[in-house]
C-alpha cells in the first residue's frame, strides 16, 4: 500500500542492525553487547521504580542522569544532554548541528547509520577514505565542510585516534561541529570530553548500551558547550519531550554512580580482549589494534564470508559487512573467556579442514 507514502519515506534507505536471533544457547558476539550484567545497583533502581509512579510522566529533563554524567565527568549539568540511545542523540545531532549547506566529512569506513541520518534529514555528505591501514588521518578533515562526525574508537575497525588529534581536527573546523562518538571509548582510550572547555565546536556522544553493559534500556548522552546542547534540546522538546522513561532514568543514574561495577567489568572486557587478539594470532588472523571491545580481523586463507558461515553453523554468531573495502574481515565482539574458548576452538576446527 505504498501509495500512501510520502515522498520522503519512498527515498529511505533504512539501516540495518546487527540481527537479534530468538534461538536459545547462541554464542552472540555480532553486536558488541557486554558478556557481562548490568550494574546491579541499576536493577535495584529500575525494580525500585517499578511502582505506582509508573503512572506518572517522567521528569522531561532528564535531570538525575545529567547531574550523574555530570559529575562522572567534572562538566555541569548544562553541558550534558541525554537520550533514548545515542543513536537518537546522534539523530538530534545531524539535524540541529550537522545540517548546513557544504556537505559534512565521516570517513568511508565508520558507523553505517551515519548516511542514514543524511539520508533522513537531507543533509549532504563526503565519504573520506581511511588510510591504507584503517587509521583516520586527521588532515584529511581540514577544508570547506558542514561538518566532522567519527567514532573513537572508529567502528567496525576498533582504532583509536589519539586525542591531540582530535583536538586538531576540531581546531581547523572553528566554524563547524566536530562530533566523536565515543560509543566505545570506555574500553581503551580517553575520552575528548577534556577537550570541551578549549573547543567550544566539540561535541562528544556516548552511550550506556556497551560499557554499562545496559543496550536494552536504551540510554546514551553527548557532553559539549551548552549552546550545543540548547541546539539538541530545542530539536528533542520539537520530538518527544519524554524520550527516556522511568526505568531508564532510574536504571542509568544508578549505573552511571556505580564506578566499582563499570572498573571491573570493562577490566575483564579489556582483559579477554588481549587473549582474542593472541587467540586470533596464532590461528593466523591478521587484526586490527582494537581499543574496543571487538576485534576487526581477517585471514590471508580464508575467505571472511565462508568463516562466518562456518561460525554459523556452530551456533556462533560474528559481524560480517559487505561494503569491498572490509569484506574480508570478521568483526568479532568480545565475549566471556568461555565464549572466547568456544570461538577460537571452533576456528581451530574450521581453520583445519
Ligand atoms: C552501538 C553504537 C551506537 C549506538 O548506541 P545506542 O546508544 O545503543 O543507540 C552509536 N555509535 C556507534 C559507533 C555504535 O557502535
Redesign the pocket.
Known sequence: MSQYWSAVVHGLTPYVPGEQPKLPDLVKLN??ENPYGPSPKALQAIAAETSDHLRLYPDPNGDSLKLAVAAHYGVTTQQVFVGN??????AHVFLALLKHDEPILFPDI??S?YPVYCGLYGVEYREVPLDADFAINPDDYHGPNGGVIF?NPN?PTGRLLPLDAVAAIARHNPDRVVVV?E??IDFGGDSAIRLIDQHPNLLV?Q????SRSL?GL???FAVGHPDLIDALERVKNSFNSYPLDRLALAGATAAMNDNAHFEHTRQAVIATRERLNAGLAQLGFAVLPSAANFVFARHPQHDAAQLAAALRERAIIVRHFKHPRIDQFLRITVGTEQQTDVLLAALAEILAV
Not at 207 to 210: A, D, E, F, I, V
Open positions: 553486536t558488541n540511545g545515542s543513536d537518537e542523540v546522534l565508520t558507523y547509520f567514532p567502528a562518538d560509543a566505545y556522544t552511550t550506556l548500551s556497551k543496550a536504551r540510554v546514551g
